[in-house]
């Protein structure tokens, strides 16, 4: 259970988010940035990059866009500096937009990170699928059993398919003429990793602290949609 103290902060935060006064939104958006980059830290180990036993042993993690690399703590951070960005940055122009591309780093980012030699080892695969089973109820278990015997019986096939997959994201939401192909396969990627892999961040359960990364990987996709209805219909 999340200490009430947390809670607390957690919604004294939101609700100056909330606020419609300009000083105050900043306060509670520069609160949001330091007590995620304290969650990311001290509760989500650096989104999983390595991973600590209690005997005090650190070994490699095994991070991955479908098991919650980066960390949701880190993305509301990204989502805090965006939001406390002059408004001269939203103007979405240029080669290179820290707004409007910061879902395609993260997804190329990810496809990287996805190559890592554990990712293409059983156990590595297992950290994905199988291990996320219990952020579903049993009675929704059937649903995830097939990918996850798939992926660990054949992790080189499975990676593969993962790191094409997150490549071809940041492919379809890079650049400064949009494809709405590309928002809208990341769309259908973030939702099959929310269910398949995330298993919705446990929020059926009841055990869930958060809905995890793909809806905060979505908001940051927002300033590209807005990039989108920016240009002509017949743009490809």
């Known amino acids: 259970m999340e200490h009430p103290l ?7 935060i939101g609700a100056l988010i909330l606020s419609n006064r300009h000083k105050l939104r900043t306060l509670g ?8 980059g304290f969650l990311w830290v001290f509760g989500e180990g650096l989104g999983g990059i390595y991973a600590s036993t209690m005997s005090g042993g650190v070994f490699p ?4 866009l479908l098991n ?11 989502l805090s500096i965006i939001l406390l960005l002059p408004e001269r940055m939203w103007r979405l122009e240029g080669v290179f937009s820290p707004i409007r591309d910061g879902a395609a780093v993260l997804f190329a980012v990810s496809t990287l990170v996805q190559l890592s030699p554990l990712m293409w080892t059983a156990y590595g695969q297992a950290s994905i699928f199988t291990a996320n089973l219990d952020n579903l109820p049993t009675q929704l ?3 995830v059993e097939g990918i996850a015997h798939f992926s660990v019986s054949h992790p080189v096939t499975a990676n593969t398919l993962e790191a094409l997959a997150e490549g071809l994201a940041a492919l379809g939401v890079w650049g400064v003429t949009p494809k709405r192909w590309g928002y809208i396969y990341a769309t259908i990627l973030l939702g099959f990793t929310w269910w398949f892999s995330l298993g919705l961040g446990g929020i059926l359960t009841g055990l869930g602290t958060d809905p995890n990364t793909p809806p905060l990987i979505l908001l940051l996709m927002t300033p590209y949609i ?5 240009t002509q219909p017949n743009q490809t």
Not at 68 to 78: D, K, R
């Open 29 to 36: 958006l520069t609160l949001s940035l330091v007590w995620s």
């Open 141 to 143: 278990w059937f649903t």
């Open 226 to 230: 807005l990039r989108c209805r920016q």
């Open 68 to 78: 919650g690399f980066p960390g949701a703590a880190l993305l509301y951070a990204w």
């Open 61 to 64: 993690g095994t991070p991955s």
């Open 6 to 12: 947390f809670a607390f902060l957690q919604l004294l």
